[in-house]
C-alpha cells in the first residue's frame, strides 16, 4: 500500500461550487503534512500546512485527521484558477528530510 | 526576493549520457531536497543535501548523486542515463534550525528527455 494515497480524478465542478478532496496516509509515524498545487507542468507552490487543530485561509480549509489518517482540503466558491492538480504531501521521517507524495488530484473548475 | 531557481529549464540527452542538473535555493535557505517526476505522477524524493553533506536519500540507484556548495546551491549528476529517467527533476529549498527543517518552497524544474 502506498504510503500517501489520493483520488487522482480530475473532479470536474462548476464555477462557485464548493469541493472537497481526501488524502489518506498509511504511515502512523506522520509528522507533517502540507497542501501543494500544481498547474500543469509546473512546480508545486504551497498552498497551506496542515494543522492538527484544522486551519482556514481565505476560501481553503484544511482538516488532520490522525486517528482515521487523513487530511482533507475544502475549497469553497470555486474559481476558474483553482484549476490544477491538488499534492498532499507527507513528512513520515520528521524534521523536514522527505516529502512523501501521492500521485495528486485533478481539480477541473468550468463555468 | 529570489525564489528557487533550476538550470537548466529543459534538456535533451540520449541513453548512456551523463547529466547535470543545478539548484540555487531561495534567499535565507541552506537545505536542498532534490524531486524527480514522472508524467501523471507525484514527485518522488532522490536525496536531501544540508551542510555540504547528503543526510536523507529516497530508493534512488547510486546513478544518482549529488553535490552541494558552501553558497548553497547544489547540483543533481545523473550517470548512464536511462530511459526512465526522462522526468520533471524538481529541486527544493528550506531552512533547517537545529534538527528541523522549515517547509520546502520549489524551483521551476528541470525537464529531462531521454532519447
Known amino acids: 500500500r502506498k504510503e500517501v494515497e489520493q483520488d487522482p480524478g480530475p473532479f470536474n465542478v462548476p464555477e462557485g461550487a464548493t469541493v472537497a478532496f481526501n488524502c489518506t496516509y498509511s504511515?502512523?509515524?506522520?509528522?507533517?503534512f502540507f497542501w501543494y498545487r500544481q498547474d500543469c507542468r509546473k512546480e508545486p507552490k504551497l498552498l497551506m500546512s496542515?494543522?492538527?487543530s484544522g486551519n482556514e485561509d481565505g476560501r481553503f480549509t484544511a482538516q488532520l485527521n490522525r486517528a482515521s489518517q487523513y487530511i482533507s482540503l475544502l475549497i469553497r466558491d470555486s474559481k476558474l484558477s483553482d484549476s490544477a492538480t491538488y499534492l498532499c504531501?507527507?513528512?513520515?521521517?520528521?524534521?523536514?528530510?522527505?516529502?512523501?507524495f501521492g500521485t495528486g488530484t485533478q481539480l477541473k473548475v468550468e463555468l | 526576493d529570489a525564489g528557487v531557481t533550476q538550470s537548466p529549464t529543459h534538456l535533451i540527452k540520449t541513453r548512456g549520457q551523463q547529466v547535470t542538473l543545478r539548484c540555487s535555493p531561495k534567499?535565507?535557505?541552506?537545505?536542498v531536497s532534490w524531486y524527480q517526476q514522472a508524467l501523471g505522477q507525484g514527485p518522488q524524493f532522490i536525496f536531501q543535501?544540508?551542510?555540504?553533506?547528503?543526510?536523507q536519500r529516497g530508493n534512488f540507484p547510486d546513478r544518482f548523486s549529488g553535490h552541494q556548495f558552501p553558497n548553497y546551491s547544489s547540483e543533481l549528476n545523473v550517470n548512464a542515463l536511462l530511459l526512465g529517467d526522462s522526468a520533471l527533476y524538481l529541486c527544493?529549498?528550506?531552512?533547517?534550525?537545529?534538527?528541523?527543517?522549515?517547509?520546502?518552497?520549489f524551483g521551476p524544474g528541470t525537464r529531462l528527455t531521454v532519447l
Open positions: 504531501p507527507g513528512d513520515f521521517t520528521g524534521g523536514g528530510n522527505k516529502l512523501t
Open positions: 534567499s535565507g535557505h541552506d537545505t
Open positions: 543535501y544540508y551542510e555540504e553533506e547528503e543526510r
Open positions: 504511515n502512523s509515524a506522520s509528522q507533517s
Open positions: 527544493a529549498s528550506s531552512h533547517t534550525t537545529g534538527e528541523q527543517r522549515d517547509t520546502q518552497y
Open positions: 496542515v494543522y492538527s
